[in-house]
């Protein structure tokens, strides 16, 4: 029997509209469900496509959670999903077959049809975590061969109370949320390399530093740097920078040879990356001292003059004070720190060309990133009634903007020619900066109860409106009520009075009925 092939297509516009997603599951699949459950369930699959540079995780035991799992990268496709039904015109069978039936060709039809069209897949083509189970060696084997399960021990399926952390049988059972660091294969070029920065209590560096061309100096450091690497302002013309950004640079530390890096932010309005580049130009950064992570302008020596103590950095950190330290964000929160391994690794082979415009447009886009965000002052000026947007700030001196602090600073006496800069107060004498902590602290902690207590305030007016508005609905619906009753008595009153009319009626019929049989008997009669 001879066998003949048909293909038919369905095409549908809409389905080439329809955006999927691919994930290419490193097994046999024979049930969707347990697939599904060992990738974390479609919740964190759409937490996975919708975050930027996230994994999908695929753990093969879904149940135990020290199951260490092995990741999934995002890759770019461009690719379709088609579906294929395969139709065969079978013979009945409760009909006898003849012999010119049998010789007739069997036809098998193929129709295809677009699904949608994927742009996105997932691969698993890195190597798993090590996995540590939750086994124990049983106590009273002295080979150590048999293990026991402790799962349950670990896990508690109930609410433990607090005799559970003085038991003794609970065994220790601490594993790391990472064993390797990396699941990608990488070759090691092991060679032996001369220290020459003679740093030989360095051990495992990696990698040589990145090379900003910034100029770092210590307090103890004798002498300033007059002039930047020629690296540096080679960058420059890298990257499109030595005109317009640079002049304005330069001006600003013309006007002032001191500035933090949030107060050149503020007034430039430059980016991060574009600071990254400019700065090593005009200025150099102070580690240690009086005036660390400040950027001082080339051949201005501060320890030199007096008068730089306006710039001295002042460090100020949020006390904690019952609940007012929740009121101020941190600068890193912990709580939101992401494993290693969830993120896609950023050392992948990019290929890139820079061009003028592309940089333009990179800087156009932080441009307008930055405009959103609103830069305000208080990033590196603090006033009065202003409470600062991070529990550690490093201010200036010359940008607290608090009037007892700047009276502080303009009596101070002028110092002799011998006086010499110190490391820790710089030219201001011992406890000026304890006094300007306590003078901020006590601004900063008046502020926020007094916010405090304007949106308890508040809140309590919201309360208040709410009940009134439920008062006034009460009353509505009471007057509605009243007013339903009043309709419903007048529509009873109506029913009675009909009924009465109706009764009178019946009765003069009567009567009418009555005069009319005498008047008949009376015509009989005659």
């Not at 409760?94 to 949608?116: E, F, H, L, N, R």
Request: glycine share 4%; with cysteine; proline share 6%.
């Amino acid at each position: 029997m001879s066998i003949e092939y048909a293909h038919e297509v369905e095409i549908n516009p809409d389905s080439f509209s329809r955006k999927l997603m691919c994930i290419e599951y490193p097994g046999m699949v024979k049930n969707v469900d347990k697939m599904i459950n060992t990738l974390g369930g479609l919740d964190n699959i759409g937490i996975a496509y919708a975050t930027k540079n996230r994994r999908v995780e695929l753990r093969f035991r879904p149940d135990d959670l020290y199951c260490k799992p092995t990741c999934g990268d995002r890759n770019f496709t461009t690719a379709l999903l088609i579906k294929v039904k395969v139709k065969r015109k079978s013979r009945d069978p409760s009909t006898p077959c003849s012999s010119k039936d049998a010789d007739k060709p069997q036809t098998v039809t193929y129709t295809t049809s677009v699904i949608g069209v994927v742009d996105t897949i997932y691969k698993f083509n890195n190597l798993c975590d090590f996995q540590y189970l939750p086994a124990h060696t049983k106590k009273g084997d002295p080979c150590g061969s048999k293990l026991e399960n402790i799962y349950d021990r670990l896990r508690p399926s109930f609410l433990p109370t607090a005799s559970w952390l003085s038991e003794d049988n609970v065994p220790l059972f601490l594993t790391p949320p990472v064993f390797s660091r990396f699941d990608t294969v990488h070759y090691y070029n092991a060679q032996k390399v001369k220290d020459t920065n003679g740093d030989s209590h360095i051990i495992g560096r990696t990698r040589k530093r990145r090379t900003g061309y910034g100029i770092f100096l210590n307090f103890k450091d004798e002498n300033v740097p007059k002039k930047p690497y020629t690296e540096s302002l080679k960058m420059l013309h890298i990257k499109f920078l030595n005109e317009g950004p640079y002049e304005r640079m330069k001006q600003l530390f013309e006007e002032r040879p001191v500035w933090s890096k949030n107060a050149l932010t503020y007034h430039t309005n430059f980016s991060k990356d574009q600071l990254k580049f400019l700065l090593p130009t005009v200025a150099y950064y102070f580690l240690t001292g009086p005036w660390r992570v400040m950027w001082v302008r080339y051949g201005y020596d501060p320890r030199q003059f007096p008068d730089a103590r306006k710039y001295q950095t002042f460090d100020y950190r949020m006390r904690t004070i019952g609940g007012m330290k929740n009121r101020i964000k941190a600068k890193r929160s912990y709580s939101n720190y992401l494993l290693p391994y969830k993120s896609s690794p950023s050392s992948k082979p990019k290929v890139a060309i820079i061009t003028r415009h592309s940089i333009a447009r990179a800087y156009q886009a932080a441009k307008e990133t930055s405009e959103k965000e609103e830069m305000d002052e208080n990033i590196y000026i603090f006033r009065p009634g202003v409470i600062p947007p991070s529990r550690q700030m490093f201010y200036q001196y010359c940008d607290v903007l608090v009037p007892e602090i700047q009276t502080m600073l303009s009596r101070i006496p002028v110092y002799d020619s011998d006086t010499k800069c110190d490391i820790r107060t710089g030219w201001l004498p011992k406890g000026f900066d304890n006094q300007c902590r306590e003078i901020v602290s006590n601004l900063v902690t008046a502020e926020i109860r007094k916010q405090m207590l304007e949106q308890k305030k508040k809140s309590n007016q919201e309360q208040e409106d709410y009940y009134e508005e439920d008062d006034e609905d009460f009353d509505e619906n009471e007057d509605k009520r009243d007013d339903i009753d009043a309709s419903v008595e007048e529509i009873e009153i109506s029913d009675t009075e009909n009924s009465d009319t109706d009764l009178e009626l019946d009765d003069s019929e009567e009567d009418t009925d009555g005069l009319l049989d005498s008047d008949l008997e009376e015509s009989l009669k005659e």
